[in-house]
């Protein structure tokens, strides 16, 4: 089946420094990957589209200059939580899209996560 | 706007007894729906998907879910869950085409042995 790795899968960071994230599809090309935001018991919200060779498209309300995207391979896409602070802390998941299969059709393959804190 | 709602937050059942979990969605086309399961340390993994067709639709591991348009329903079944059933459930539509999607609050599964 279809695999989807996350890296690190826990990174703790002070106040004030970045953190990347990295989403890498195993067996598959993905030209489209999601990322998302997972809260304590609560749901996933997606933060942005990541498309490969392009700009990343962001969700209303998420501040793109502090959630850098970059999907520099059709298997690799990183985020990058710049600046971070205690309120980033949170489960952060990617998602792939096979680019062989058609959008909204395809299923979407999901990494492990990666949990973020923030002191 | 598009939403997702699972009434019920946490829900438990005794190991073989059956299973059903809520979603409600609002949308204002055809949906394309789907049931996830997260379990700690592992990604979601799709148990089942609608898109068109049959209502009824069988999913992985002994789920299936039937979409019921005049109710905005997709609620999830099982008819004997197991141990390893145990886990956070989540329903989701995709949102216009986009591959987007849009996932309801989630609803955690506890089975009592």
């Known amino acids: 089946g279809a695999v989807v790795s996350q890296h690190p899968s826990r990174v703790i960071c002070k106040s004030g420094t970045s953190v990347k994230i990295e989403c890498r599809s195993l067996?598959?090309?993905?030209?489209?990957m999601f990322w998302y935001r997972q809260f304590p018991k609560k749901s996933l919200m997606l933060m942005a589209t990541?498309?490969?060779?392009?700009?990343?498209?962001?969700e209303q309300g998420v501040e793109k200059d502090k959630f850098l995207i970059n999907h520099a391979s059709l298997t690799l896409s990183t985020l990058t939580v710049t600046s971070a602070h205690p309120e980033d802390s949170s489960f952060y998941i990617c998602?792939?899209?096979?680019?062989?299969?058609?959008?909204?059709?395809?299923?979407?393959?999901f990494g492990p996560g990666t949990r973020l804190t923030v002191l | 706007a598009q939403s997702v709602t699972q009434p019920d937050i946490h829900i438990t059942v005794s190991e073989g007894a059956s299973l059903e979990l809520r979603c409600n969605y609002s949308?204002?086309?055809?949906?394309?729906l789907f049931w996830y399961v997260q379990s700690p340390g592992q990604g979601l993994q799709l148990l089942l998907k609608y898109f068109s067709g049959d209502t009824l639709v069988q999913g992985i591991k002994g789920f299936e879910a039937e979409f019921k348009r005049s109710q905005s329903s997709f609620n999830l079944r099982k008819p004997s869950v197991h141990w390893s059933d145990a886990a956070e459930y989540f329903c989701?539509?995709?949102?216009?085409?986009?591959?987007?999607?849009?996932f309801g609050q989630g609803t955690t599964l506890q089975v009592k042995p």
């Open positions: 949308y204002g086309a055809t949906p394309y």
């Open positions: 989701a539509v995709e949102s216009s085409n986009t591959g987007k999607l849009i």
């Open positions: 990541s498309n490969e060779g392009s700009k990343a498209t962001y």
């Open positions: 067996d598959f090309q993905a030209t489209t």
């Open positions: 998602s792939a899209l096979p680019t062989s299969g058609s959008l909204s059709v395809a299923e979407q393959f």
